[in-house]
């Protein structure tokens, strides 16, 4: 059974660009969550979406928003893109809304702006 | 924030067991244990969860205090591919997903 796929795996923008980021579930699976990781702050929940609804949203400004579609697959977006939103951008996917023990992380995308 | 405390690194040779501690006092009682591996420059791995009894899977074993304020991650029989940052996150497993990281645990299994 295929894993997590997030595409593209690296991407390179200027300030001021806006960014989409794409993840593909495993299949089966309704809930899909995203991550931010840089190097100062750790991982840090961005968002979380089941049957094409926000169920959760951590702390991070309106520039990041996401969605999912009606097969579960997911993306978000980053619009006028700082420095400080170069990160390794994770997405993960489980199989309920009971809160599944086991969630499954994506390899990644990587941002980076310049 | 997160609701645990785990050393900032720690190492073990090839071989040994790898005991990883996690401080989580003010742990509420519907709350689980659950922990995650990060290997260098790959998505976050499930590894093992619990309420308040140990727990083993063929990855690991969780021991938790009976108070429950404390619990320690073992791999049994640590292998070079098992360095990687480890994650003890405390949560309620009921309508999200939400996990919040702490710093983790920088795991160096050596030869």
């Known amino acids: ?114 | 924030d997160a609701k645990t405390t785990q050393p900032p690194s720690m190492d073990c040779a090839e071989g040994r067991a790898a005991n990883l501690p996690c401080n989580h006092s003010t742990i509420s009682g519907n709350e689980y244990v659950y922990w995650y591996r990060q290997i260098h420059s790959q998505g976050p791995q499930y590894i093992i969860h619990g309420l308040k009894n140990n727990e083993t899977n063929e990855m690991a074993s969780l021991i938790i205090t009976e108070d429950r304020k404390s619990s320690t991650l073992i791999l049994p029989h640590a292998t070079l591919r098992d360095t990687a940052v480890y994650y003890c996150i405390v949560r309620v497993p009921r309508n999200t997903d939400k996990l919040i990281f702490g710093t983790g645990t920088r795991l160096q299994v050596f030869p």
């Not at chain 1, 059974?1 to 991407?11: E, M």
Request: positive net charge.
């Open chain 1, 1 to 114: 059974k295929a894993g997590v796929t997030q595409t593209p795996r690296y991407l390179i923008k200027t300030r001021g660009q806006q960014v989409t980021l794409s993840c593909s579930p495993i299949s089966g699976h309704r809930s899909v969550s995203w991550y931010q990781q840089t190097p100062g702050q750790g991982l840090q929940f961005l968002f979380e979406y089941f049957s094409e609804t926000q169920r959760n949203k951590g702390n991070f400004p309106g520039r990041f928003s996401g969605r999912q579609f009606s097969n579960s697959r997911s993306e978000m977006n980053v619009s006028t893109l700082e420095l400080g939103d170069s990160a390794l951008y994770l997405c993960a996917s489980s199989l309920s809304l009971a809160g599944s023990p086991e969630q499954f992380f994506g390899p990644g995308t990587r941002l980076t702006v310049l």
